[in-house]
T-cell receptor, first 115, second 110 residues
C-alpha cells in the first residue's frame, strides 16, 4: 500500500498521560498536514509541514501539542497531559509540492480515546 | 475568517432521483473549493475541485462567486453514492490548509 499510513490506528489512554502518533506520507510528498476530527464535525486543521519546516500552526494546537517532521519524511504528533477533550480522530494528509498540489491524500486516522 | 457551511447534516434520496448537496463559504479572497468524500470504512478522498471543472462519478459542482456557493449535484443518484460528503476550501494558491464544513451524510435508498 503506497498511501498515507498512520500508527497506531486506535489509542486508549488515561487522562494525564502522554501519547504520540506517527504518520508516514506518500513517498516524495513534500507537504504533510495534521487535522483533528471530532464527532459530527469536519476535519479541523492543526498544522502543516513543508519538508521538515513547520509552516503553520492552528490556534487549536495548544502548548500540550507538538509536531515534528525531523527528516522531512514521517511526522509525529505528541499530546502531553492528555485531557478528555482531546478524544478525537487525528488525521494525517500529504500532498506533492508540484503538480497535483491541491489534492491532499489522507491516511486512515488515529482514533484517540482519553478516559 | 474562512468558513464553510453545509446546512444539511443528513440528506436522503431514492435511487435515480437528483441530488444536491449545498455548500456556502465565506472568504475574503478567491479560494479554491473542493468536495471530499468518505465512503463507509474508507479514508477521506478528493471527489472534485472547482478549478478542474470536471465531472467525477457523475457529480458536478459549479462555483458561484456571487452567492459564494459550491453546491454538489448529480442528476441520478446511485446507492453507491451513499457516503459522507465534505465541502472544503483552501486559500488561492493551494497547498495550504483545508477548511472543511461539517459534512452532509447522503443516503441513497433503493
Amino acid at each position: 500500500d503506497t498511501g498515507v499510513s498512520q500508527d497506531p490506528r486506535h489509542k486508549i489512554t488515561k487522562r494525564g498521560q502522554n501519547v504520540t502518533f506517527r504518520c508516514d506520507p506518500i513517498s516524495e510528498h513534500n507537504r504533510l498536514y495534521w487535522y483533528r476530527q471530532t464527532l459530527g464535525q469536519g476535519p479541523e486543521f492543526l498544522t502543516y509541514f513543508q519538508n521538515e519546516a513547520q509552516l503553520e500552526k492552528s490556534r487549536l494546537l495548544s502548548d500540550r501539542f507538538s509536531a515534528e517532521r525531523p527528516k522531512g519524511s514521517f511526522s509525529t504528533l505528541e499530546i502531553q497531559r492528555t485531557e478528555q477533550g482531546d478524544s478525537a480522530m487525528y488525521l494525517c494528509a500529504s500532498s506533492p509540492q508540484q503538480g497535483m498540489a491541491w489534492e491532499q491524500f489522507f491516511g486512515p486516522g488515529t482514533r484517540l480515546t482519553v478516559l | 475568517a474562512q468558513r464553510v457551511t453545509q446546512p444539511e447534516k443528513l440528506l436522503s434520496v431514492f435511487k435515480g432521483a437528483p441530488v444536491e448537496l449545498k455548500c456556502n463559504y465565506s472568504y475574503s479572497g478567491s479560494p479554491e473549493l473542493f468536495w471530499y468524500v468518505q465512503y463507509s470504512r474508507q479514508r477521506l478522498q478528493l471527489l472534485l475541485r472547482h478549478i478542474s471543472r470536471e465531472s467525477i462519478k457523475g457529480f458536478t459542482a459549479d462555483l458561484n462567486k456571487g452567492e459564494t456557493s459550491f453546491h454538489l449535484k448529480k442528476p441520478f443518484a446511485q446507492e453507491e453514492d451513499s457516503a459522507m460528503y465534505y465541502c472544503a476550501l483552501t486559500p488561492q494558491g493551494g497547498s495550504e490548509k483545508l477548511v472543511f464544513g461539517k459534512g452532509t451524510k447522503l443516503t441513497v435508498n433503493p
